[in-house]
């Protein structure tokens, strides 16, 4: 049997997972590699062996032996079954005190359900977020674990190392017991979502509306990458706009099919809202946007039909060019911060649903560097504004989102009027618009729905100049009103 050297072990040896067991090696840990079929631990040691102290396992009994106590083990493989199956295998070798932490993008509710399972067994489970793909995984991930405070003291800094640094601060923090990691990872996804579509819109806009080339939008988004818009996604939206076809010389984004794909986190953050009534609209408007694009026989239909439209581009009338496009800046800024604003409030009201104490500054933090909406100044305003022991409840209430919003706000309803005249779909623009709308109105027309509500069902209403419960006879003579 091997001699338990390796301080961490990685199971599940595809590129997210050997990229990981690659991370940590470069970090100074001493790392455990199992894979169900050996081919694949032999292909990491034949590339990558010498990059630093690895112990290759063929056999589980033997991964298991290679490990220190408390013998921690990153899981690396798909969510769902064979992550299960993995657990089970690993509940067969290691001992109570032992630490199984799942690195995959699963459902929360899975890790909460595995979590207790696993701990009534005597084990720690952690369901960690790990974000950042491929190139995260192997420079510097952020990182989102979950489970007792016990398992971090050890899992903590074996993270640390390996996590991205941003001001020389690892950007991962201990989110909460149980699910509370797989939680933030999951709006950390539906965020990304948002924010990829609105980029889609700002583009849509330029491209359809102005007639702008692919070029000379990639251009665009690398100026706007050089100020508060700075992220990750901006920047390789420029590159992928200034990347041409090899095959045909035309812009690269001209000969993709236009379906976007998902796995289902998206997905996962809008169930999740609407179970824990939280407004997360633009995160909706995102993954039904993807839905509808990937819709394939649905839109030809469409064209085949010919649905009227305006058939017609942004009219600018006389407006400087240069100025529109700074309104779609603008836009997009706005648009961006609403899906934050919702996303942190699910974090919110989740953590209320579940009983986690999750500090919104700190997972601000953890995604300023690493992860996929990595935005280091947007982040670090949002660091700041959640600072302290009084939060405010909304994004938009924070003294700078409020007033940079406010100034925005007229841009924002210029683009949308024009877009919606030339008949360009602008879901996440359009939706945040509304929320922030709905957000600031004193009175809503839903003191209607409330009305209607008791007409046909009895279901009550609230009154504005008394306290009570109350409902209308509707049918009756003069409509009497009674307490309820
Ligand atoms: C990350 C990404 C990662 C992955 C998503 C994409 O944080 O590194 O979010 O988790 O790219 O699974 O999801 P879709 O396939 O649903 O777009």
Redesign the pocket.
């Known amino acids: 049997m091997a001699e338990a050297t390796a301080n961490i072990g990685v199971i599940g040896l595809a590129t997210m997972g050997s990229n990981l067991a690659r991370n940590l090696a470069h970090h100074g840990n001493t790392v455990a590699l199992f894979n169900r079929h050996y081919s694949r631990t032999e292909k990491l040691m034949n590339e990558h062996g010498t990059e630093g102290n690895f112990v290759p396992a063929e056999t589980l009994e033997e991964f298991a032996a290679s490990l220190k106590r408390p013998r921690t083990a990153i899981i690396m493989v798909k969510a769902g079954a064979p992550t299960d199956a993995t657990i089970a295998q690993l509940e067969e070798v290691f001992e109570p005190g032992d630490i199984i932490v799942d690195g995959g993008?699963s459902f929360f509710k899975d890790t909460i359900k595995r979590e207790k399972e696993v701990r009534a067994k005597g084990f720690h489970f952690v369901g960690c977020?790990?974000?950042?793909?491929e190139e995260?995984?192997l420079n510097g991930?952020?990182l989102m674990p979950g489970g007792t405070a016990e398992s971090w003291k050890t899992l903590g800094p074996i993270l640390q190392s390996i996590a991205a640094k941003v001001n020389g601060e690892p950007c991962v923090t201990h989110i909460g017991t149980d699910g509370a990691g797989h939680f933030v990872?999951m709006v950390?996804?539906g965020i990304?979502?948002a924010d990829?579509q609105v980029i889609g819109e700002a583009y849509d806009i330029l491209r359809r509306g102005l007639g702008m080339d692919a070029e000379e939008i990639g251009d665009v988004f690398a100026e706007w990458n050089k100020g508060d818009l700075d992220s990750y996604l901006i920047e390789i939206t420029a590159e992928i706009l200034h990347h041409k076809d090899a095959e045909t010389g035309k812009p690269f984004v001209d000969v993709v099919v236009d379906h976007?794909?998902?796995?289902?986190?998206?997905?996962w953050t809008v169930q999740t809202g609407l179970e824990c009534g939280s407004p997360v609209a633009a995160i909706g408007e995102a993954v039904f946007a993807?839905a509808l694009s990937s819709h394939g026989e649905l839109r030809e239909d469409a064209q085949k039909e010919g649905l009227a439209g305006p058939n017609k581009t942004i009219d600018l009338a006389g407006e400087d060019k240069a100025a529109f496009v700074e309104d779609v800046r603008k836009a997009l800024f706005a648009s961006k911060v609403v899906a934050y604003a919702q996303g942190l409030n699910e974090i919110q009201d989740g953590a209320k649903e579940y009983g986690w104490d999750i500090n919104l500054s700190e997972v601000a933090r953890i995604w300023r560097g690493g992860?996929?909406?990595r935005a280091q100044f947007l982040l670090d305003r949002i660091t700041e504004a959640f600072r302290g022991d009084n939060p405010p409840a909304s994004l938009l209430f924070d003294p700078y989102f409020e007033k940079i919003i406010g100034e925005s706000q007229d841009a924002w309803r210029r683009v949308i009027v024009r877009a919606v005249e030339a008949g360009i779909p602008t879901p996440v623009f359009s939706s945040s618009l509304a929320y922030y709308d709905g957000l600031r109105s004193k009175r809503l027309p839903t003191a209607l729905t409330q009305s209607q509500r008791d007409f046909f069902g009895a279901h009550t209403y609230g009154r504005v100049d008394k306290p009570g419960v109350f409902h209308t006879l509707w049918a009756e003579e003069g409509k009497p009103e009674i307490e309820a």
């Open positions: 993008n977020g790990v974000s950042g793909g995260g995984a991930p952020s990872k950390h996804n990304e979502y990829m976007a794909g998902m796995k289902g986190t998206g997905t993807r992860c996929i909406i």
